[in-house]
C-alpha cells in the first residue's frame, strides 16, 4: 500500500464533493478532521466519516474532532448532551479531588459513547494549558486549573477516559498556550518569561503525560527558546524542548495551518512545520486551494513520521464493559448536563 502523507485535512461540507474525494484519493492523507459544517444529523455524520475513510481506502484512517465540553464542542445537542468546560472540573476539584478526577474521567468516556457511535476515533482532549492570569479566552475556561499538578492530574484521567472507550486522547497545546494573551487564530502570542520558570509550570501536565501518543503543537513565540518563530515552526522548541526536556516522542501534529499567528502562505507555512521536526500538518477549513498547497509540502510519512504514527494506531484498545447509562447519571449527580 502507498503511504500516507503527513498531514490530516477537514472538508467543507456535510458530504463529499466529487473534488474532495478525488483530491483524497490522490495525496492520502494520514487522517481527517471535522468541525461543525460537517455536522448534520446522525446519519449524514456516520455516513461522511465512513466516506473520509474509503475516500483514501484505509478503514483506520484516524477521525478527529474537538469533543471538549463547553464552547469548544463540535457535536451539540439533541445528538449528544452539552457539556461543562474544563473550568467546572477544575472547580469541583477543588472542592472535592476525588469526585473531580472522577468527572474528568467520566466526562470523557461519555464522549467516546457519543463520538464511536458516529465512527470518529481521535478527540482532541485534553488541553494540558495551565491557565496564566490574565490569560485570552482562546483557552480562558477550556484550562482545567492555574496549577500545573492539577492540569495533569485532570487530563490523564481525561485522557484515560477516551481511551477507556476506544479512543485516543490529542493533548494539545504543546509546550503549553496558558500564558496566551491574544488568540493566536488571529495574531501570534509572545511569552517572555525564562525556560526555568516554564519548565515549572507550563511543561509539567506534558511532562507528567508525556507516553500518551498524539499531542498538538501551540503557536507561540517563547523568546527565551527561540525568539524568531512559533513553536509550531521552531526545530529548537521542537528539538530541545518537546523532544527533549518534555521527552514526548509521540505523534506531533501541528496546530491548524490554517491560523493566522504563522506567517506566510499556507504552502510556506506547511513546508515550515514539517522543516521544523513536527510529524503531521494540520489542516482545518476544507479550503481546495489550501488543501493543495499542504498536500503539496506534505511528505510522505517514513522514518520517525511513520513510526510514530503507526504506534498511535496500535494504541487503540477494545472499549471496557461500561455501563452508558448507569455512568450518564453518575455524571449528572456531579455536575450539571443540558
Not at 459513547?113 to 491557565?131: M, N, Q
Request: charged share 20%; net charge negative.
Amino acid at each position: 500500500m502507498t503511504p500516507s502523507k503527513a498531514f490530516i485535512s477537514g472538508c467543507k461540507g456535510l458530504t463529499l464533493t466529487d473534488d474532495e474525494i478525488a483530491f483524497f484519493r490522490d495525496e492520502r492523507p494520514w487522517g481527517f478532521i471535522l468541525f461543525g459544517r460537517n455536522i448534520g444529523d446522525a446519519a449524514q455524520i456516520t455516513d461522511l466519516v465512513a466516506a473520509l475513510r474509503d475516500s483514501v481506502g484505509r478503514p483506520d484512517a484516524p477521525v478527529l474532532i474537538d469533543q471538549e465540553g463547553g464552547r469548544v464542542q463540535r457535536i451539540r445537542p439533541p445528538l449528544v448532551p452539552s457539556y461543562p468546560n474544563a473550568a467546572a472540573i477544575g472547580a469541583l476539584y477543588r472542592l472535592d479531588p476525588e469526585k473531580g478526577l472522577r468527572a474528568a474521567w467520566l466526562m470523557s468516556r461519555l464522549h467516546a459513547f457519543d463520538l464511536t457511535r458516529f465512527g470518529i476515533s481521535v478527540d482532541c482532549l485534553p488541553v494540558l494549558d495551565v491557565a496564566a492570569p490574565g490569560v485570552h479566552d482562546v483557552i480562558g475556561n477550556r484550562a482545567y486549573a492555574s496549577d500545573p499538578d492539577v492540569v495533569a492530574a485532570l487530563g490523564q484521567a481525561a485522557a484515560d477516559g477516551l481511551k477507556a472507550g476506544d479512543m485516543l486522547p490529542i493533548m494539545k497545546h504543546m509546550p503549553g498556550h496558558g500564558r496566551a494573551l491574544v488568540d493566536s487564530h488571529h495574531d501570534l502570542p509572545v511569552v517572555t518569561v525564562g525556560v526555568e520558570e516554564l519548565a515549572a509550570s507550563d511543561f509539567r501536565p506534558f511532562m507528567a503525560l508525556k507516553n500518551e501518543k498524539m499531542a498538538m503543537s501551540a503557536h507561540i513565540v517563547f523568546t527565551a527558546i527561540d525568539p524568531a518563530r512559533p513553536a509550531t515552526t521552531s526545530p529548537i522548541v521542537v528539538d530541545t524542548i518537546i523532544r527533549g526536556l518534555i521527552g514526548f516522542d509521540g505523534l506531533l501534529m501541528s496546530d491548524d495551518v490554517s491560523m493566522n499567528a504563522l506567517a506566510g502562505t499556507i504552502g510556506e507555512r506547511a513546508r515550515d512545520i514539517i522543516d521544523a521536526g513536527l510529524d503531521i500538518i494540520l489542516h482545518c477549513h476544507g479550503i481546495m486551494e489550501e488543501m493543495v498547497q499542504v498536500a503539496a509540502a506534505a511528505p510522505e510519512l517514513s522514518g520517525d513520521r511513520q513510526r510514530r504514527a503507526e504506534a498511535a494506531l496500535s494504541a487503540f484498545t477494545p472499549a471496557d464493559s461500561s455501563d452508558e447509562q448507569a455512568l450518564r447519571a453518575e455524571f449528572a449527580d456531579l455536575l450539571p448536563i443540558a
